[in-house]
């Protein structure tokens, strides 16, 4: 039996959030430069966002660029933000086939004009794909998030448009750039590391976390479907006690 015939397609996560770390290393075991294992990087994003497709998962976000993350070297943020054009322009017709939508998070002002056109256009195109919303957190960091959130909501009640007393959870995820999509139920990281990176906070309360010493560019179907296996032997208690659970 395949790994992908143990997954029991009722308990799939409905959204998938992903930290793809270990480019750089990788290359490095290679004697290769850090542009080189983001060039990587881009197959196992293909792979990961075809298997989503396949297995019925309806969310994956990828984290691809932090805020924190335009404090390296310039040449790497270039090729970056080069590298995310070119994976546009050549993905897009497999989004159209899959019938992938496209989305990004994240503080977009900073990016480039030809990388910020870029993402409309494929966020334009695949407006009404409804298979799998693939979204990328580009320029983004919860930390960010928040605040901007903090200051529309003071701005609303600065303006009289909302009271203090409407102030509350479901507010504040309606403020934040996910509020279109549900919480992860699970979040992978690759490379060994054990932090969250400053990656969506807020939602990821009660979210199951996997993390794998795999580096990105390696992480490919069977690695996916480890994970989701992984995550449907856990129990999600939500607070309450197991004897509780599914009556
Ligand atoms: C993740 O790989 C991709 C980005 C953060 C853009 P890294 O570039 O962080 O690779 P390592 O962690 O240095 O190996
Ligand atoms: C987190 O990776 C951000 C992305 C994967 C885009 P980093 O490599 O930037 O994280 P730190 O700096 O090791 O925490
Ligand atoms: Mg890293």
Not at 74 to 91: F, P, R
Not at 115 to 134: F, H, P, Q
């Amino acid at each position: 039996m395949s790994l992908k015939d143990k997954i029991n397609p009722q308990r799939l996560p409905k959204h998938v959030a992903i930290i793809m770390d270990g480019n750089g290393r990788w290359a490095k075991c290679q004697g290769k430069d850090r542009l080189f294992g983001h060039q990587n990087g881009v197959e196992s994003v293909r792979e990961v966002t075809e298997a989503s497709v396949e297995l019925g998962i309806k969310f994956i976000t990828f984290y691809a660029f932090s805020t924190e993350n335009w404090n390296r070297p310039v040449d790497e943020i270039e090729g970056l933000m080069h590298l995310m054009i070119q994976a546009i322009e050549n993905e897009t017709p497999t989004l159209m086939k899959n019938n992938v939508r496209f989305e990004v998070i994240g503080d977009i002002q900073k990016i480039n004009k030809e990388t910020k056109e870029a993402i409309e256009r494929i966020t334009e195109k695949t407006k009404n794909n409804r298979a799998l919303t693939m979204i990328i957190a580009l320029s983004y960091s919860s930390r960010w998030e928040i605040e901007q959130a903090i200051k529309t909501i003071a701005l609303e009640v600065k303006n009289g448009e909302l009271d203090i007393d409407d102030i509350n959870q479901d507010l504040i995820s309606n403020h934040l750039c996910t509020k279109n999509y549900p919480d992860p139920d699970l979040l992978i990281r690759t490379s060994g590391e054990y932090r969250i990176s400053n990656f969506l906070m807020w939602q990821l309360s009660y979210s199951e976390l996997y993390f794998t010493d795999v580096f990105w560019p390696d992480f490919k179907r069977e690695n996916y479907y480890e994970a989701i296996l992984d995550f449907q032997s856990r129990e999600r208690r939500f607070g309450k006690i197991s004897e509780q659970l599914n009556k």
